[in-house]
């Protein structure tokens, strides 16, 4: 099988502003299934225009990306667009959920986007609801966003991005909004999830976040400066049993003496 994704010296040249920039300047690249890669890189690196190009949301100025073997170059927009329904999932920073929807009904959303709906109702919600039961949140499927907490938004925005089962899982910076230990429990779900096959490319700037991925890109002007596997990979559900052991040990400390 072919790597997933295929990239040959793509670069990006913005030509909106008085000065044209450069912002992806010859990144090759395989990824393949399986795979789950941290890209990290300076802010301005070109980390976005990346994944954006990986995300089919906007095409490289020169070089080629074949995506499951499919050159984007040779699809229209509407293509492009079924492309990208079929084979990616994307997770953001933000959560990017809908407020005054449930969060099954968020779930649901990108298969009614599809050009093609050939999906009953009744298929779609179990669909949906399989998805909120792979991150663990089958039970909440009635509450609005703001009922609950951060870490829950962020695994409804991941069953979301999984609903049209994806090959490649996009995440950018899906850890930034959250506090340490949500954020290790998120990356406890993106574990689960590329172990059961599902290819993931994530942007973090955190050093420690990157280390629960499997490869680590590092970008620098819109050059690839490292590509490396990472040693010593940590473990997401071993790092949770660990905080729970400290803050344990932390409430037998706090408790007044007998
Ligand atoms: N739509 C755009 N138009 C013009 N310049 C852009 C645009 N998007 C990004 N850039 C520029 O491209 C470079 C890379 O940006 P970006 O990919 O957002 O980096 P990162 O995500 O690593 O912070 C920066 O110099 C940025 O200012
Ligand atoms: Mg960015």
């Not at 449930?102 to 599809?114: C, D, S, W």
């Not at 506090?179 to 998120?186: A, C, G, L, P, Y």
């Not at 490869?215 to 949770?240: P, S, Y």
């Amino acid at each position: 099988m072919p790597p997933v994704v295929q990239i040959k010296d793509i670069h990006k040249i913005y030509e909106s502003g008085e000065v044209p920039v450069h912002a992806v300047r010859g990144v090759s690249l395989d990824i393949q299934r399986g795979e789950f890669v941290a890209l990290m890189g300076a802010s301005g690196s070109g980390k976005s225009t990346l994944m954006n190009m990986l995300g089919c949301l906007d095409r490289p100025t020169k070089g080629t990306y074949l995506l499951d073997g499919i050159d984007i170059d040779k699809l229209d927009r509407n293509e492009l667009a079924d492309l990208r329904n079929q084979k990616l999932g994307f997770v953001f920073q933000g959560f990017n959920l809908l407020s005054r929807t449930t969060a099954l009904e968020n779930v649901e959303l990108p298969m009614l986007y599809g050009r093609h709906r050939k999906v009953s109702t009744a298929e779609i919600r179990e669909r949906a609801m399989h998805c909120l039961d792979i991150v663990g949140l089958s039970q909440r499927f009635d509450h609005f966003p703001n009922q609950l907490s951060g870490g829950q938004q962020q695994r409804v925005a991941i069953a979301r991005g999984l609903v049209n089962s994806p090959q490649v899982l996009l995440a950018d910076e899906p850890t930034g909004n959250l506090d340490s230990k949500t954020s290790v429990e998120v990356m406890g779900v993106f574990q689960k999830l590329n172990e059961q096959g599902i290819t993931i490319v994530m942007v973090t700037h955190e050093l420690d976040i990157a280390h629960y991925c499997k490869r680590n890109l590092i970008l620098r002007d819109g050059v690839v400066v490292r590509d490396e596997a990472v040693k010593d990979r940590l473990i997401a559900e071993q790092e949770m049993g660990k905080l729970k052991q400290a803050e344990a040990a932390a409430k037998l400390t706090a408790a007044p003496a007998a």
